[in-house]
């Protein structure tokens, strides 16, 4: 009877979730202090708590991340002294998310043209977007840094072209709840290594 259906349907969809959260390993782990990024709600832009340390390891990783914020409140590489220093803005793409911040784009770019007068300083925030970025970049004071680099992404602009910014109802919440599962998280992964389909999602979007 449909009773039984619904029951024998739940127990599955309970099962596939399990089994791909636990055993295949779609999950994440994190310690540390989890309120490092703090958003400035009078000024529409988050920092970084200074000293404030994270452990990241994201499931599509194979190894995590230790996240170490400065006195500062900034992510910052080995080449962080100079005559001359650059100011590296943007999201989670310029705070280096998943990659050793040495590795990331910012101090990677330092390294490449060795020139020792060079310096960079972190600025890159998680999940900015372009306004919060735009925002930062009028309110605080970067008079002392020779340049200013903005890691500009794609993505930074997709609160503004879908309105995402200023959806808050039952559907955006659905929607969080369906997208935080592992059974979706497998799903998207494995659809979105068709560039096809990642490709003409994006444009859509």
């Known amino acids: 009877n449909l009773f039984q259906i619904l029951i024998v349907t739940i127990i599955l969809v309970i099962g596939i ?3 791909i959260l636990y055993i295949l390993n ?3 782990v994190i310690s540390g202090n989890t309120t490092c990024r703090q958003y400035i709600s009078e000024n529409d832009f988050s920092v970084y708590k200074p000293n ?8 599509e990783q194979d190894i995590g ?3 170490t914020i400065n006195s500062f409140g900034r992510r910052d590489g080995s080449q962080s002294t100079g005559e001359q ?3 590296f803005i943007g999201d989670s793409f310029t705070f280096g998310a998943m990659v050793d911040i040495n590795d990331n784009y910012n101090y990677r770019s330092l390294h490449y ?4 007068k060079l310096g960079g300083h972190n600025f890159g925030v998680a999940a900015e977007n372009f306004h919060n970025i735009f925002n930062k970049l009028n309110k605080q004071d970067f008079s002392s840094y020779k340049y200013i680099i903005y890691g500009f992404t794609p993505n930074d602009l997709f609160d503004l072209v879908d309105g995402s910014s200023i959806k808050d109802g039952t559907v955006s919440i659905v929607k ?3 997208l935080s599962t592992a059974t979706s998280k497998f ?3 494995n659809l979105m290594r068709l560039d096809k389909v990642y490709l003409d999602l994006y444009l859509s979007r």
């Open 52 to 59: 404030c340390e994270l452990y990241h390891k994201h499931w």
């Open 85 to 87: 220093l650059i100011a």
């Open 65 to 67: 991340i230790e996240y």
């Open 187 to 189: 799903l998207l992964h």
């Open 17 to 19: 979730e399990v089994f």
């Open 176 to 178: 969080k709840l369906l």
């Open 113 to 116: 043209l060795e020139n020792k």
């Open 26 to 28: 779609y999950k994440v």
